[in-house]
């Protein structure tokens, strides 16, 4: 798969351990910055990776700020893209499987690299389960020609 990940400052560490990580997994990885724990603007990065998912230049996007919430809020701004802060395996599995989510927010404070790890590998192997989800997440596509 090939995934798109964004950092501010506050997610960077973490960033740079999860692209790691999913290049051992044998991803192919975007990374659009940021570039160091010096202070930036979070939305400069969000806006990067729902670039790449809105052009179709990767199969997912994976955004890290220190709480996952700034990212996600930014992201969601963007037409196609369905984005959530995910905490838990559980959380991440229901996001996929449910809302069909493709930018999956990452909070670093609050999220250590063993969980990462566990939260993106069920991101990025649990399938949308369509059915009467896709019905809600048509809804939510409406929502975007308005």
Not at 2 to 31: C, P, R
Not at 105 to 111: E, F, M, N
């Amino acid at each position: 798969m090939k995934i798109s990940i964004g950092s501010d400052h506050g997610g960077f560490n973490l960033k740079q351990e999860v692209i790691a990580y999913l290049k051992e997994q044998g991803h192919t990885v975007l990374d659009k910055g940021c570039n160091s724990v010096d202070s930036v603007h979070y939305p400069i990065y969000a806006n990067l990776v729902c670039e790449d998912m809105q052009n179709g230049n990767c199969d997912y996007g994976i955004l890290i700020c220190t709480t996952g919430f700034g990212m996600c809020m930014c992201a969601n701004k963007h037409n196609g893209i369905r984005s959530a802060t995910v905490r838990s395996v559980d959380e991440a599995y229901l996001t996929r499987s449910h809302n069909d989510c493709n930018v999956l927010c990452l909070g670093a404070k609050y999220t250590s690299i063993k969980e990462a790890k566990d939260i993106i590998n069920t991101f990025l192997t649990t399938p949308f389960a369509g059915g009467r989800h896709q019905i809600r997440v048509d809804m939510i596509k409406d929502l975007e020609e308005k």
